[in-house]
């Protein structure tokens, strides 16, 4: 089992970065794929980005591309999450998921975290 904390989020203006981490409690933590979702006020919890238990397979939403940059360090048991050139779009509480592969669906995984809220002013 893995429990999952993020932290990192806060109000930033736009066109400033944040970090979000989310650190994973055992041993087993570089076996799971970590997807990254994110739910603004009124809308279904989507899909940001995703990375391998390797840290060797990312993937991103059309959203984010170019804009955010997941990353890994296994020997932390944390997963990042850096966004820049941050817009109010962005607003949402931001989770991360632990799961046996690197899905876009977020039914397909196993454990989350509380959620962190991120807030970009305009």
């Known amino acids: 089992q893995v429990q999952l904390v993020e932290s990192g989020g806060g109000l930033v203006q736009a066109g400033g970065s944040l970090r979000l981490s989310c650190a994973a409690s055992g041993r087993t933590f570089s076996s799971y794929a970590i997807g990254w979702f994110r739910r603004a006020p009124g809308k279904e919890r989507e899909f940001v980005a995703t990375i391998r238990g390797s840290g060797m397979y990312t993937a991103y939403a059309d959203s984010v591309k170019g804009r955010f940059t997941i990353s890994r360090d296994n020997a932390k048991g944390t997963v990042y999450l850096q966004m820049n050139s941050l817009n109010p779009e962005d607003t949402a509480v931001y989770y991360c998921?632990?799961?046996?592969?690197?899905?876009?669906?977020?039914?397909?995984?196993?454990?989350w975290g509380q959620g962190t809220q991120v807030t970009v002013s305009s």
């Open positions: 998921a632990a799961g046996s592969g690197t899905f876009s669906d977020r039914f397909k995984y196993d454990y």
